[in-house]
């Protein structure tokens, strides 16, 4: 599962299995143009530390996400 920023898609956060738990994975992704690939910012174990997260090393919250497609 991933959802990603509704003003331009760049900072993406994903759901990841690891260890037997969830963690949250907050990353940025770079369009082809600059050579794509992607930063991962940090990764979380609650909603409330995904929040802190998204404050700290974005412009962004949580009202800003949509599901990826």
């Given at each position: 599962m991933e959802w990603v920023c509704c003003c331009c898609g760049r900072w993406r956060v994903s759901v990841e299995l690891i260890r037997g738990?969830?963690?949250?994975?907050?990353?940025?992704?770079?369009?082809?143009?600059?050579?794509?690939?992607?930063?991962?910012l940090g990764?979380?174990?609650?909603?409330?530390e995904l929040e802190e997260l998204l404050r700290r090393r974005?412009?962004?919250?949580?009202?800003?996400?949509?599901?990826?497609?």
């Open positions: 738990r969830q963690r949250y994975r907050l990353a940025r992704r770079y369009p082809a143009e600059f050579g794509g690939g992607k930063d991962v990764e979380v174990g609650t909603v409330t974005t412009p962004l919250d949580l009202a800003d996400l949509r599901e990826a497609a």
